[in-house]
């Protein structure tokens, strides 16, 4: 999937809009290819690919679009 990361959190969180409009949970160790969590993230585009757990879905394999 495709999106924009849209915030931050300092504990170590975020969440990502999905191109289809949707937000999905992200934790900073999803990170890849380089990424770092920091304020940069906020409004990149990212790929990413989604998984199901129990809190609901959450993004993985983030990395540069």
């Known amino acids: ?22 937000e999905v949970f992200f934790h900073r160790t999803a990170l890849v290819g380089g990424l770092e969590f920091n304020e940069q993230l906020v409004e990149r585009r990212v790929r990413f690919e989604v998984i199901s757990t129990e809190r609901g879905p959450r993004a993985v394999a983030i990395r540069p679009e």
């Open 1 to 22: 999937m495709m999106g924009t990361v849209k915030t931050i959190r300092n504990a170590g969180f975020g969440f990502i809009r999905t191109d289809e409009r949707t």
